[in-house]
């Protein structure tokens, strides 16, 4: 069924009659009229005929509402369209197998350190998160503060995985965030693909306002001459702007070469090849190397004060189940017999 009101086992409905049975039987307990010898001794009660016409009223509700209840009612999901400001972002988090080291990368003191594994007492509490426990503590707050924009967001090694689609709501947020952190990284990572996923999610979207593919990773990579214009076009097809968050650690490249480096040379590194390419899109890019927790934290403000333009969205309103509305009611029906039963045994034994 659809509409305003739908049901799940919609056949109960067929027994919704029951509820006049109330008006066509002759009345019994609290409704029992008594005997006089002489009826027209005692005066018209008023009070009295509106009582009774209550009391059927309130059995009539309660079978009504007990036969809903029976058929599950709700009310369907249905959109709004709502203005404010913000972007659209997706965020792509790398859960390469790299991701689970620290910052300090493999020649600092926490080198080849996982989560799986234990560290001496002389680390900090910083040294011994990983590069993708920072990343999402920092994801998480960034999102956190930014309570107009909408997020989508996906996880990538060899293959992209979408985590949640695009929303507002800031628990399912949050939770998509944290979902990052299950299980453990492998050691490749599809970049290309991990952005062509992320295009995807603007399909047959109506451009509304800003949008964002911000990508959460620590090394680069090569891609081929003709994925690279199939993303250069479509990211210009779905305006869309780029930017990279680069986890550098201490044994990482740099994103710029330094002058006089042979650039066809410098190329040869995953991370200054995919940065030139990012360089030479015709749309928006932008990119942060965040070398320390502390760089990172530095990155993700400037870009909170980016992309802060107006937007319209249509957000989902969930189905809502009303079987305890209508369990409630008949509650309140068979309370308020009940109560005048109570009283009507209390006036008269």
Known sequence: MSGVLSFIHPAWLWALPLAVLPWLTRAHGVLQPLNFSRIALWPSDRAARWLGLA?????????????????????????????????????????????????????????????????????????????????????????????????????????????????????????????????????NTDIAQALMAGLDLFERRAYTGSRVLMLVSDGGDHIEPALRETLARRLRQHRVGLVWVYLRSQAGAALEVEAGTDLQAAEVVPEVFLHRFFKSLSTPYRAYEAGTPQALQQAIQDIDRLENLPITYADTVPRRDLTLWCLGAALAAAALLLWASHRELEAWV
């Open 55 to 187: 009391l059927r009223a309130a059995a009539s509700l309660g079978m009504a509402a007990l036969v809903l209840a029976l058929a599950a009612p709700y009310r369907p999901e249905f959109t709004v369209e709502r203005q404010g400001r913000g972007a659209e972002i997706v965020l792509l988090l790398d859960r390469s197998r790299s991701m689970d080291q620290s910052q300090l990368g493999s020649r600092g003191p926490m080198a080849g350190y996982t989560p799986n594994y234990g560290v001496s007492a002389r680390h900090s509490d910083e040294e011994r998160l990983t590069k993708a426990q920072i990343a999402r503590r920092e994801l998480a707050a960034f999102a956190a503060r930014r309570r107009q924009d909408r997020f989508a967001m996906l996880v990538f090694s060899t293959r992209p995985l979408q985590a949640i689609d695009f929303t507002q709501k800031p628990q399912a947020i949050q939770a998509a965030i944290e979902a990052g952190a299950v299980g453990r990284g492998i050691g």
